[in-house]
């Protein structure tokens, strides 16, 4: 899921078949320890940067890149020194 505006974004993903698509601004230095979501996830980030750890293994995550989780999966977050912005679509687990 790669488009250039959020209006693009939003309906891919509705047509897709995802449940909730919204815009996640996080603050700087934010740090969520690891969680699980009720949801399956996928998200690009449009401003910032955060490393996201999955397993074991970190991955650092500018404007532009992407992620997706399952529902589920036990991951931690940490935000960077100017924060970030996401645009994150979401698919309740059935």
Known sequence: MNTDDFDSFR???LAEGFDEVLV????PETVLDTHTHAFAAQARGTQGE??????GSTRHLRAGDTFSLAHGVPHAERYGSEGATYWVVRRQAR
């Open 50 to 55: 955060m490393w996201l750890t999955v397993g």
């Open 24 to 27: 996640r601004n996080w603050a």
């Open 11 to 13: 309906a891919q993903a």
